[in-house]
C-alpha cells in the first residue's frame, strides 16, 4: 500500500490561497491520488483525483509532478466553512478502493 | 448525505448487546463501505462489498459482521466480541469507472454504555 504523509495542521486567513502537500514516495504505477475534505460529525467528501500533472474542478486544483511522488492540493481564496480535515489516498483501479488508507489527514483552521 | 441514509444518528447500547447500524443507498453503487472512525483518527475500513451477496474484511472486521443481500442495503452489526465499539461509523459507496470516488453518508455515532 502506498503509504502517504500530510502535515497534520495548518492556518490560514479566509481569501488566500492554500496549498496542502502530501507525500507518496511508494506509489505505484496503477495507483490514483485522491483527495477527500471532512467537516466534524460528518462523512468526508470527494474533491478531486487525479493520476498526473494537474487536475483543477469548480472547488480545487490538484498538481502532481512528473515523478508523482508528492501532490498538492491548491483551494482559492479559502473561507471560513473551508475548516475541516483533509485527507490524501492513493489507490489501484483494480482494487475497487478498499485499500484506501485514511490517515489522520490535515486540519486546515481558516481564520477571519 | 445524499442518496445514502444511515439511520440512528446516534445510537446507546448496553455493553455486551450486538446492535446493528443501518446503510441504505439509492444511488445504484455496486460498492459499499463501512468504516470506522475514532476521534482525532482517521477512518479505518471494517468490511467492504463489491457486488450483492458478496463481501470482503477490511483492515479492522474483529467483532463486526455484514451481509449484503439487496444492492441497496449494506447492514453492519457490532457484535458483543468488539471490545471497543464506541465510535463513530460511517457507510460509504464507491462509484467512479474505478471505485475511487466514495460517497459518505451521514454516519452513526454509537456510544456503548
Known amino acids: 500500500l502506498a503509504k502517504t504523509t500530510q502535515p497534520i495542521s495548518m492556518d490560514s486567513y479566509e481569501g488566500q490561497e492554500v496549498n496542502i502537500t502530501c507525500s507518496h514516495n511508494?506509489?505505484?504505477?496503477?495507483?490514483?491520488i485522491t483527495w477527500y475534505q471532512q467537516f466534524p460529525s460528518q462523512g468526508p467528501r470527494f474533491i478531486i483525483q487525479g493520476y498526473k500533472t494537474k487536475v483543477t474542478n469548480e472547488v480545487a486544483s490538484l498538481f502532481i509532478p512528473a515523478d508523482r511522488k508528492s501532490s498538492t492540493l491548491s483551494l482559492p481564496r479559502v473561507s471560513l466553512s473551508d475548516t475541516a480535515v483533509y485527507y490524501c489516498l492513493v489507490g489501484a483501479p483494480d482494487n475497487y478502493g478498499q485499500n484506501f488508507v485514511f490517515g489522520p489527514g490535515t486540519r486546515l483552521s481558516v481564520l477571519p | 448525505d445524499g442518496g445514502i441514509t444511515q439511520s440512528p444518528k446516534y445510537l446507546f447500547r448496553k455493553e455486551g448487546q450486538n446492535v446493528t447500524l443501518s446503510c441504505e443507498q439509492n444511488l445504484n453503487h455496486d460498492a459499499m463501505y463501512w468504516y470506522r472512525q475514532d476521534p482525532g483518527q482517521g477512518l479505518r475500513l471494517i468490511y467492504y462489498?463489491?457486488?450483492?451477496?458478496?463481501?470482503q474484511k477490511g483492515d479492522i472486521a474483529e467483532g463486526y459482521s455484514v451481509s449484503r443481500e439487496k444492492k441497496e442495503s449494506f447492514p453492519l452489526t457490532v457484535t458483543s466480541a468488539q471490545k471497543n465499539p464506541t465510535a463513530f461509523y460511517l457507510c460509504?459507496?464507491?462509484?467512479?469507472?474505478?471505485?475511487?470516488?466514495?460517497?459518505f453518508g451521514p454516519g452513526t455515532r454509537l456510544t456503548v454504555l
Open positions: 462489498s463489491q457486488i450483492v451477496n458478496d463481501f
Open positions: 460509504a459507496t464507491g462509484t467512479g469507472v474505478f471505485y475511487n470516488e466514495q460517497f
Open positions: 511508494n506509489i505505484a504505477t496503477n495507483d490514483y
